[in-house]
């Protein structure tokens, strides 16, 4: 099997889908969402990815309620970790069922319905526990990121 590129990973037309569906998402709760996709990494992949968060800027959301879902494409590892503001709200299990429902659809090949569903079960969440607010804004970008390395 081919290993694919961070790039590669999703179609620009697959970018769109998960970036509506994170838009879809934020327009009931102040909760923000981020799909970061990324090659190979050295260290561990929750390690990693508590650095990419950082990176994003991701740690600075007003109700320190934003979600990453990373995936580092080459090495088939991936991580959802949320800001402390749901991270206490959500039972303890709950980043590793989104993270299984991912893993499942992405070794059926389901590349964008996996980020997608993960997306919208990351999003039943934040919308339970941190619901829109009339002053809301959209702190973090919408559109999937791709690191460089
Ligand atoms: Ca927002
Ligand atoms: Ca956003």
Known sequence: M??????????????KQVKAAIQQAEKRTSGEIRVHLEDHIDEDVLDHAAFVFEEL??????????????VCVADRQAAVIGDQGINERVPPHFWNDVLGVLQLHFAA?????????AVAMVGEKLIAFHPLRSDDSDELSNEVSIGKR
């Open 57 to 70: 800027g991701m740690h600075q959301t007003r109700d320190r309620n934003g979600v990453l879902i990373y």
């Open 2 to 15: 081919s290993v694919l590129t961070a790039e590669e990973f999703l179609t620009a037309e697959e970018q």
């Open 109 to 117: 090949g389901r590349r964008a319905e996996g980020l997608c569903e």
